[in-house]
């Protein structure tokens, strides 16, 4: 293993978020900050508890994943996108790492950035509603694997991509539709039975549901489960991943 | 000498059924300094790509140091230092970051002391701290150059390391790798400017159609294959040589002011003086004399003319 090789693309990763601190954090923030004083505060007020936790409450462990989600996606994209564009990935190529050391320089700092950001918004849903973590460890965990598994789906599409179009594709297209039909901000209990089939297949219920169970011991799919799906869902990338390496797909010629 | 970087039967056809490199076959010794010269698209950057792994060969193999280019990569990358044709840095990162960047890559733990030797001697210490997108043309060449050097390269490539720099800071270049060259370090230079070459290297190498010509020492080149001219201008034009000098193979240039003698390679030597006089006895009158040797520009544009 090339420990440097890896502690050196982490140290550059993190630096690039401390030039970019404005979008990658104050952004997110706002963006909750928005979403709970529309939804949890005004709407809200309105709606009654869901499984007996306020309504501000519930929606917090989606509105994280939300953002978590968007984040790891775009921040594992770009990191590995920009290079290419640039050019500099030359340096990589040329260099004696591994794709193993890569990915884990990348995917490790796009991960770290995610839970940071996800903690700050767990920091700052805290100042709008009443929060209680019953299983704090478990709710670690959650965060952690989803970073990492969606770090390392944003690197593969870092990879695919050809243009920016490309690399914003999936973090603007397809992650807030899952999101919000993931039941980020309801238990799909509320949803008619054919709805609650469909939303069996969306994968960010599995994430969204054992997130919120950490925080409230309330959950729509078992917990269990949740976690078994995560895993899944890090299996897949990380064949997908391998299958990339083994091939040295569009990296090189 | 023994080779530190050994080329055999290296072959690389990309997907579209272009062949970029036909079986190139070539030893680059320790401590020497190469110059490959040859046209656009001769296989030069494919080459350099495959050695420092950028790229994978389709056939044959490289070794670098005695490993194998493929299978122990992270041997011969150790190797290796590459500076890249193109201008390819982040904008946004500065002079020292990414020069410290590209020696953790390589797997060597910091060196503050060294990176600060590399960029004294680049000239860039002063612009350590600036933005890479603050900096001219040349700066950033000498960037890519210092990332290069960074983890102490045994090897280093030099993909048109002047291409659009301007005289000074060519002359500038050129003494850094002189520099490098009495640490023992080999370099290998690609390069379209000849008098770079000739400036420079120890051996030339003449790349074409994906194909080496000739690896052969710079002078024994210059001796194989330069000429000489013997040029006499003439104070009045001649329309025809005259006939007493046939026997010594001159030739008259196209206004007919001046004879023209050539020579070197075996060919025509030693008549210099036999030239003179017979001029002499003819009674032409000569307004100036002016030799001239054939450079490695003469000499590469009828290697590869040939071929073509």
């Known amino acids: 293993m090339n420990w440097e090789a890896i502690k050196a693309i982490y140290y550059f990763e993190m630096v690039r978020m401390k030039r970019t601190l404005l979008q990658s954090l104050i952004a997110p923030v706002i963006t909750t900050s928005l979403y709970f004083i529309v939804f949890g505060t005004a709407i809200g007020s309105r709606i009654q508890e869901v499984n007996g936790v306020s309504y501000g409450a519930f929606i917090t462990p989606g509105l994280i994943m939300l953002t978590l989600l968007g984040q790891c996606i775009s921040n594992g994209a770009f990191g590995i996108y920009f290079p290419k564009f640039a050019g500099t990935i030359y340096e990589i190529l040329s260099a004696p790492v591994s794709m193993k050391e890569v990915v884990i320089g990348y995917v490790g700092a796009a991960a770290t950035k995610g839970v940071i950001i996800g903690l700050i918004i767990l920091a700052t849903a805290s100042l709008f509603v009443d929060l209680s973590v019953q299983y704090p460890v478990m709710m670690l965990v959650f965060m952690v694997l989803t970073a990492i598994t969606f770090s390392m789906a944003g690197f593969i599409i870092g990879i695919w991509a050809d243009n920016f179009e490309q690399l914003n594709l999936v973090p603007m297209l397809v992650v807030p539709p899952l999101t919000f039909l993931g039941g980020s901000f309801y238990s799909i209990d509320m949803l008619p039975p054919f709805w609650q089939t469909v939303s069996h297949f969306n994968p960010v219920l599995y994430l969204v549901s054992g997130f919120r169970w950490s925080f409230y011991g309330i959950a729509d799919v078992n917990p269990v489960i949740s976690l078994v799906m995560i895993a899944v869902f890090l299996m897949i990338c990380l064949s997908l991943l391998f299958w990339i390496f083994r091939t040295g797909y569009r990296l090189r010629k | ?308």
């Open chain 2, 1 to 308: 000498m023994p080779a530190i970087v050994s080329i055999r039967n290296l072959q690389k056809t990309y997907a579209n059924g272009f062949s970029a490199l036909k079986g190139v076959n070539l030893d680059i010794e320790e401590g020497e300094i190469l110059a490959l010269l040859g046209p656009n698209g001769a296989g030069k950057t494919t080459m350099i790509s495959i050695i420092c792994g950028i790229s994978m060969p389709t056939g044959g193999t490289v070794m670098v140091g005695g490993h194998d280019v493929v299978r122990d990569f992270r041997q011969t990358r150790k190797l290796i230092g590459l500076v890249p044709q193109e201008l390819t840095i982040d904008q946004f990162e500065t002079v020292w970051n990414t020069v410290s960047f590209s020696r953790g890559l390589h797997g060597e733990k910091a060196n503050p002391k060294l990176i600060e030797q590399i960029l004294k001697d680049l000239s860039l210490w002063d612009k350590r701290d600036n933005k890479l997108r603050e900096l001219s043309g040349g700066m950033k060449r000498r960037v890519l150059i210092a990332k290069a050097l960074a983890h102490e390269p045994r090897i280093l490539f030099l993909d048109e390391p002047t291409a659009g720099v301007d005289v000074e800071l060519r002359r500038g270049m050129w003494a850094a790798i002189d520099r490098l060259r009495e640490g023992g370090v080999t370099v290998i230079l690609t390069t379209h400017y000849i008098e770079e070459a000739e400036e420079m290297a120890d051996r030339i190498g003449v790349i074409s159609g994906g194909e080496i010509l000739l690896v052969e020492e710079k002078r024994a080149l210059m001796q194989k294959l330069g000429r000489k001219q013997l040029r006499l201008e003439l104070k009045s034009p001649l329309s025809v040589l005259p006939p007493s000098l046939d026997a010594l193979q001159l030739s008259l240039s196209e206004d007919g002011r001046a004879i023209i003698h050539e020579y070197g390679n075996g060919v025509g030597e030693g008549r210099i003086g036999a030239v003179l006089a017979a001029v002499e006895r003819e009674g032409l009158s000569i307004s100036d004399v002016s030799t001239r040797q054939s450079s490695l520009e003469d000499i590469f544009v009828s290697l590869v003319g040939d071929r073509a």
